[in-house]
């Protein structure tokens, strides 16, 4: 009796840590969601108080995007390895107080070993794939909702590399890594095709002025390319593992050294990206305990994955 009353209260802690995340996160994104609201905004530049309910309403449409994307993505890595008998947890959410975001998303943790390429894969494309789902339609519906507007062009000091910066301080030349304005959302092939769809091809100076459902749908496209990037312990990672065994750490190398050129001649995101790689989640897979080959479903689901990676990657996320 008393063994199983203490393994109740375990597992209640347990829960209710993942709860009180989930409720901040919430928080979180209600907030940078009604920050971001035209209606909410236009209230307050009228000298208009917002209460509670008219927060949450102006906050509701970012925040109830962005998280179905993220909880729908945990959910499928958790029914995965439920049904290859591993040990998971549910997701953690990670929420932070500020803007842009809200959140640094979610993720759940693997407690016991992957016992083979099938479970790997599955477990490690469960998650994308179905987030991928879940944004497609809210981007589309996104983008044919927000407006076209003029915008001034980006100047020459706003594109520069870290490299190019490096090399400009060293030459003494004039560097303005950050300056104020409107953050511009870089372009993967498929919000490239959902703009182009919903508005057609846009004039000279003009660009799409995304309200919080397309915003929201966008970073749930952006999570879903850095998750996965092969490397690593990334959903990619478990995905090239799947589908290469053994010499899946080897390109997982070399793809690691791919993404530390980006990082160096494209954009900051991808350097600090590979740092948290490198240093911290490394760039090799647990060995599997079974490399049994797979079928022929699980190789389509391996190349589905690596499509949607193509279709979500942005080469240069943020401009400002």
């Given at each position: 009796?008393?063994?199983?009353l203490?393994?109740?209260?375990?597992?209640?802690?347990?829960l209710?840590?993942?709860?009180?995340?989930?409720?901040l996160?919430v928080v979180?994104?209600?907030?940078?969601?009604?920050?971001?609201?035209?209606?909410?905004?236009?209230?307050?530049?009228?000298?208009i108080?917002?209460?509670?309910?008219?927060?949450?309403?102006?906050?509701?449409?970012?925040?109830?995007?962005?998280?179905?994307?993220?909880?729908?993505?945990?959910?499928?890595h958790?029914v995965?390895?439920?049904?290859h008998?591993?040990?998971?947890?549910l997701?953690?959410?990670?929420?932070?107080?500020f803007?842009p975001?809200?959140?640094l998303?979610?993720?759940?943790?693997?407690?016991?070993p992957?016992?083979?390429?099938?479970?790997?894969?599955?477990?490690?494309?469960?998650g994308?794939v179905?987030?991928?789902?879940v944004?497609?339609?809210?981007?589309?519906?996104?983008?044919?909702?927000s407006?076209?507007?003029?915008v001034?062009p980006?100047?020459?000091?706003?594109?520069?590399?870290?490299?190019?910066?490096?090399l400009?301080?060293?030459?003494?030349?004039?560097?303005?890594p950050?300056v104020?304005?409107?953050?511009?959302?870089?372009?993967?092939?498929?919000?490239?095709?959902?703009?182009?769809?919903t508005?057609?091809?846009l004039?000279?100076?003009?660009?799409?002025?995304v309200?919080p459902v397309?915003?929201a749908?966008?970073?749930?496209?952006f999570v879903?390319?850095l998750n996965?990037?092969?490397?690593?312990?990334?959903?990619?990672?478990?995905?090239?593992?799947g589908l290469?065994?053994r010499?899946?750490?080897?390109?997982?190398?070399l793809?690691?050294?791919?993404?530390l050129a980006l990082?160096?001649?494209?954009?900051?995101?991808?350097?600090?990206?590979?740092?948290l790689?490198?240093f911290?989640?490394?760039?090799?897979?647990?060995p599997?305990?079974?490399?049994?080959?797979?079928?022929s479903?699980?190789?389509?689901?391996g190349v589905?994955?690596?499509?949607?990676?193509?279709?979500?990657?942005v080469?240069v996320?943020?401009?400002?």
């Open positions: 009796m008393a063994c199983s203490e393994s109740a209260l375990v597992r209640w802690k347990s209710s840590l993942h709860l009180v995340l989930f409720g996160t979180t994104t209600l907030a940078v969601g009604a920050s971001m609201s035209p209606a909410a905004l236009q209230k307050m530049r009228s000298g108080e917002l209460g509670l309910t008219d927060l949450v309403r102006a906050g509701l449409p970012y925040c109830a995007t962005l998280l179905s994307i993220l909880l729908v993505h945990e959910l499928a958790f995965a390895a439920r049904r008998r591993v040990d998971a947890t997701p953690y959410f990670l929420p932070v107080p803007e975001i809200g959140t998303g979610a993720f759940i943790r693997i407690r016991s992957i016992p083979s390429r099938r479970a790997v894969l599955d477990i490690g494309a469960a994308p179905a987030g991928f789902v944004a497609l339609p809210l981007l589309f519906w996104g983008f044919a909702t407006e076209v507007k003029p001034p980006l100047s020459s000091t706003q594109l520069h590399s870290p490299l190019v910066m490096l400009r301080l060293i030459e003494g030349r004039p560097v303005q950050f104020e304005g409107p953050m511009v959302m870089g372009d993967s092939a498929i919000t490239w095709l959902a703009a182009r769809v508005h057609g091809a004039p000279a100076h003009h660009d799409l002025h309200n397309a915003y749908a966008w970073l749930g496209m879903t390319a996965l990037l092969p490397i690593g312990q990334l959903d990619g990672g478990h995905v090239l593992h290469f065994g010499r899946a750490d080897r390109i997982s190398r793809l690691s050294h791919a993404l990082g160096l001649f494209a954009s900051w995101t991808w350097l600090a990206w590979w740092v790689i490198r911290v989640l490394g760039t090799r897979h647990p599997l305990a079974s490399q049994e080959p797979l079928d479903p699980r190789r389509a689901l589905a994955a690596l499509v949607i990676l193509a279709l979500t990657f080469p996320p943020f401009r400002f």
